[in-house]
């Protein structure tokens, strides 16, 4: 929770730090979203067989303190003067890196943790933590930046990362060593996730469609805050306050995930919380000529949106973690990170040539029409049909 609290902190600042302090053009705040998920491309298939092979825990804490230690990085070179776009890439990039590590040991750890019984529960309440660190850390990270400014806020995400590691280090679960069945080497792994995903239908299709999503979710990435603090002129603070509501909604996805699951079964549930969250991404062009509108709009496509695609996020990993076996878990794992982070740096890095084509609002017309029709292919049977 307080780990989660703090990345969104650093998610609002870093790119906020851009804009207004270092004048970044569009283009280069696109680079700056987009290199926060570039080293799950390079480095998540290699991470997912050296999960399967470790010590969930350890590595979980090492992320965390290597998180903290290079946001430090940060606020010594604004306050030095030095502050700069190369400096920001190459811290973006280097806490992507630690957070791919994280992600994949984190969902391993999960299932090892709590069983295949308990995995949409367990994985609902933990997505209701990120959902309440999504609801207060931008709003928060909006008026500390307004307030104190941003490398100041960025403090706060240090100090999070730290107490992350402590509480991960009180954790004292029936975490195994490393399994025997684990390949030894790197390639075999990393061709035994990708075989894994590849060869359950299911697990295919939502590979398929996750990509799919975080393509035309790449244009938001890139463009949204601009759109926000430029073409609708919003305050930092209002901007936070908007990005944390989409944290309440997720916080209401998470807790409607399990008597939705119940009541339409979970393959089916995962179908309509997809199409639908993508569906309310509809209002972000929209609002561009709405006038008055335009803050409850964005409001409204802020919980409703990230509660249907909290709980479809909820159904996936719990899907994937019920199929696959314990022991290619790390590697499947990362195998959808490599798929989305690829997919979401190539979109975040077409979203800026795009601008200056078709304009920025439409540019978010094709990345909401296209993540919708991206979800449809998850009405096909082998995913409604499940349980």
């Known amino acids: 929770?307080?780990?989660?609290?703090?990345?969104?902190?650093?998610?609002?600042?870093?790119?906020?730090?851009?804009?207004?302090?270092?004048?970044?053009?569009?283009?280069?705040?696109?680079?700056?979203?987009?290199?926060?998920?570039?080293?799950?491309?390079?480095?998540?298939?290699?991470?997912?067989?050296?999960?399967?092979?470790?010590?969930?825990?350890?590595?979980?804490?090492?992320?965390d303190v290597a998180r903290a230690l290079l946001l430090c990085i940060v606020p010594a070179a604004a306050w030095s003067g030095g502050l700069a776009m190369p400096l920001l890439y190459g811290v973006a990039a280097a806490v992507g890196a630690c957070s791919t590590l994280f992600s994949v040991a984190?969902?391993?750890?999960?299932?090892?943790?709590?069983?295949?019984?308990?995995?949409?529960?367990?994985?609902?309440?933990?997505?209701?933590?990120?959902?309440?660190?999504?609801?207060?850390?931008?709003?928060?990270?909006g008026?500390?930046?307004?307030?104190?400014?941003?490398?100041?806020?960025?403090?706060?995400?240090?100090a999070s990362y730290l107490i992350s590691a402590v509480l991960l280090s009180r954790i004292r679960g029936p975490e195994p060593p490393a399994t025997a069945q684990?390949?030894?080497?790197?390639?075999?792994?990393?061709?035994?996730?990708?075989?894994v995903c590849l060869a359950h239908p299911a697990i295919r299709l939502l590979l398929l469609a996750q990509a799919g999503t975080c393509f035309f979710g790449g244009f938001f990435l890139s463009l949204y805050l601009i759109y926000l603090l430029k073409t609708l002129a919003l305050s930092a603070a209002t901007t936070g306050v908007l990005i944390g509501l989409g944290g309440l909604g997720a916080f209401l996805g998470a807790l409607a995930a399990k008597p939705l699951g119940t009541a339409l079964g979970q393959g089916q549930a995962l179908a309509v919380a997809a199409i639908m969250?993508?569906?309310a991404n509809l209002f972000i062009p929209l609002v561009a000529r709405a006038?008055?509108?335009?803050?409850?709009?964005?409001?409204?496509?802020?919980?409703?949106?990230?509660?249907?695609?909290?709980?479809?996020?909820?159904?996936?990993?719990?899907?994937?973690?019920?199929?696959?076996?314990?022991?290619?878990?790390?590697?499947?794992?990362?195998?959808?990170?490599?798929?989305?982070?690829?997919?979401l740096c190539a979109g975040g890095l077409l979203a800026g040539p795009l601008v200056e084509v078709i304009g920025l609002t439409n540019v978010l017309w094709?990345?909401?029409?296209g993540g919708l029709l991206s979800t449809v292919r998850l009405l096909a049977s082998p995913v409604r049909q499940l349980d």
């Open 277 to 279: 969250g993508q569906a």
């Open 106 to 141: 984190d969902a391993s750890f999960l299932a090892l943790l709590i069983g295949p019984g308990k995995l949409v529960e367990g994985n609902a309440k933990l997505e209701a933590t990120e959902a309440v660190a999504e609801a207060a850390g931008p709003g928060l990270a």
């Open 1 to 63: 929770m307080t780990s989660a609290m703090g990345s969104r902190i650093s998610r609002t600042a870093l790119p906020i730090l851009a804009i207004l302090t270092v004048r970044a053009t569009p283009a280069q705040v696109a680079v700056l979203a987009v290199l926060s998920f570039a080293p799950g491309i390079v480095l998540g298939l290699f991470v997912g067989a050296y999960v399967d092979r470790s010590a969930k825990r350890p590595l979980l804490i090492g992320a």
């Open 291 to 343: 006038g008055g509108l335009a803050i409850p709009l964005l409001g409204l496509q802020q919980l409703s949106g990230d509660a249907l695609l909290g709980a479809f996020m909820i159904y996936a990993v719990s899907l994937r973690q019920r199929e696959l076996p314990q022991n290619s878990l790390g590697s499947a794992n990362a195998t959808f990170l490599v798929v989305t982070s690829g997919a």
């Open 143 to 158: 008026i500390l930046i307004q307030l104190l400014t941003a490398p100041v806020a960025l403090l706060l995400d240090v």
């Open 182 to 195: 684990a390949p030894t080497a790197v390639g075999p792994a990393i061709r035994r996730g990708i075989s």
């Open 366 to 369: 094709v990345g909401a029409i």
